[in-house]
């Protein structure tokens, strides 16, 4: 049987507890994939049917245009993820979804969710995915308005520690919207300090 008490103890139980036969449901309807690097968990022009939550590795999403991908987000350790619009309109995503490390990840079929959201208290879980989906999208929308190409590499930097030792470097220049060549100019200069009180009071 799966351990599911990693993901009990750090999604759930900081939001409320679970009865017994919430935990019986998920342990019998949720799965837990293990998948290889370059893994592909969502492809473009598929729905969206199930909620993802990362317990192992790093994930990318990204779109492709003109044969280039256009990196949109990086999805590390205990966070949830899906192409949340196809999974809340049940439309085809034009996203991507590819691990960039070995992961593990367990599949919330959208079924068992719609049943567990009968108990108001699950809008808490819902609630607080959206919520940090909004934060970090108008964030990253204010540091391309607001910060040039350097400032934008040390903002990453700020929201995602380490993430250079786990993420290519061109998949972040494509996370930045700068060339490889630029970000490696980039990454050249002399760090200094930032201020992102304008970023992170959007």
Known sequence: MHDFTPFFETAIYPLFDLTDEEKE????????????????????????????????????????????????????????????????????????????????????????????????????????????????????????LLHDSYERYLYFLEQFPHSENRIPLFHIASYLGMSPETLSRVRGKKIRQIDVSQVNRI
Not at 26 to 52: C, F, G, M, P, V
Not at 60 to 65: A, M
Not at 113 to 141: A, G, S, V, Y
């Open 25 to 144: 449901m998920i342990r019998a309807e949720a799965k837990i994939q293990h998948l290889e690097i370059n893994s592909y968990i969502i492809r473009e022009n598929s729905t969206a049917d199930s909620l993802l939550f990362l317990q192992k590795g790093v994930v990318r999403s990204f779109y492709v245009k003109d044969h280039r991908e256009i990196n949109t987000e990086f999805f590390f350790e205990h966070n949830f993820f899906t192409a949340l619009t196809s999974y809340l309109t049940g439309e085809k995503t034009s996203l991507n979804f590819q691990c960039l490390e070995a992961s593990e990840i367990i599949v919330l079929p959208k079924i068992v969710t719609d049943r567990l959201l009968t108990d108001p208290k699950w809008h808490q879980l819902i609630n607080e995915i959206l919520t940090k989906e909004f934060i970090k999208k108008c964030r990253r929308e204010s540091s391309f």
